[in-house]
């Protein structure tokens, strides 16, 4: 596997070399092929390196490491993964002038992703908190969210105060379920999926879920007997994650998010996928 990855890095070091002198023509038709093939393995392989980094920028590629279980942010419809993020992130691709192409993974990986150079851009409803910012670069904010609580109708929870000694459903590793730790007697219950936390609610495995505002408005709307307590537990922002080091991404991103505020592009996204009550 480390060999593959050496010489995939070296190709794309070849490759990148051409982009910035002679065209692919000059080279040898061989090496070219040879290189494009070893590029495409680079991008493909986990433990992408630097300079498979670098070329896949040279490639007008810009990969979005995201989880796609989070409507109406990320899902799938078919085999695509469509929702506001993948559109925003398109957006952002098209101003580049780059390729977007996504990658599906736990979001508890995202960060990582971006941290080794698999995916460029992490866009998954992600919330900017000061420990992410110890391991990431964020974007400018694209969006206000909130955690909210998810209850039965029924329930005599009514309040974020009512959670103490409950049990909690929440999604691994996204704020829901790093606040949740702050009440008091708490019982975490931990799923790979917003909506396994929602079905354990349904099924009276936890007494609450603490997860996002529109997918929790998503998840209510498809089931029975489920609302969403007035008040938030949270209140928060979303951006885009990059690797620290990669500023000159960051500017771009910010600069493509800047124009897409501006021309009422990204108001439209979102307007697309929610609906005002
Ligand atoms: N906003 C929350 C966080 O940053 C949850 C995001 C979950 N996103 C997803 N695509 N599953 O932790």
Redesign the pocket.
């Known amino acids: 596997m480390k060999k593959i990855i050496a010489v995939a890095a070296m190709a794309a070091m070849v490759v990148s070399m051409t982009a910035c002198g002679s065209k692919a023509a000059d080279t040898g038709a061989e090496a070219t092929a040879e290189a494009v093939a070893a590029t495409e393995a680079a991008t493909q392989t986990a433990e992408t390196t630097e300079a498979a980094t670098e070329n896949v920028a040279a490639n007008g590629t810009l990969i979005m490491a995201?989880?796609a279980?989070?409507p109406p942010?990320?899902y799938r419809e078919g085999d695509q993964i469509v929702g506001i993020d993948a559109e925003i992130a398109q957006a952002i691709a098209d101003e580049l002038g780059m390729e977007l192409q996504i990658e599906d993974m736990q979001?508890d990986s995202i960060i990582a992703a971006v941290q080794t150079g698999k995916a460029d851009i992490g866009v998954?409803?992600?919330?900017v908190t000061e420990d992410r910012l110890q391991a990431v670069s964020f974007s400018d904010s694209y969006t206000q969210?909130a955690q909210v609580i998810i209850v039965k109708g029924d329930s005599a929870v009514a309040t974020p105060d009512d959670l103490k000694g409950k049990t909690v459903g929440v999604?691994l590793g996204?704020?829901?379920d790093i606040y949740a730790e702050d009440i008091e007697d708490v019982t975490i219950d931990r799923y790979n999926k917003?909506f396994e936390a929602v079905q354990a609610l349904l099924q009276d495995k936890v007494d609450a879920v603490i997860i996002?505002r529109e997918p929790a408005n998503v998840f209510i709307e498809e089931n029975e007997g489920l609302k969403v307590l007035d008040e938030e537990f949270t209140v928060?922002d979303?951006a885009i994650c990059m690797a620290k080091d990669n500023t000159d991404l960051l500017d771009k991103v910010n600069t493509a998010l800047a124009s897409l505020k501006e021309s009422g592009k990204l108001d439209e996204i979102k307007a697309k996928y929610i609906t005002a009550e």
């Open positions: 995201t989880n279980e989070f942010y990320e979001f998954a409803g992600m919330t969210a999604q996204t704020t829901g917003g996002d928060e979303y």
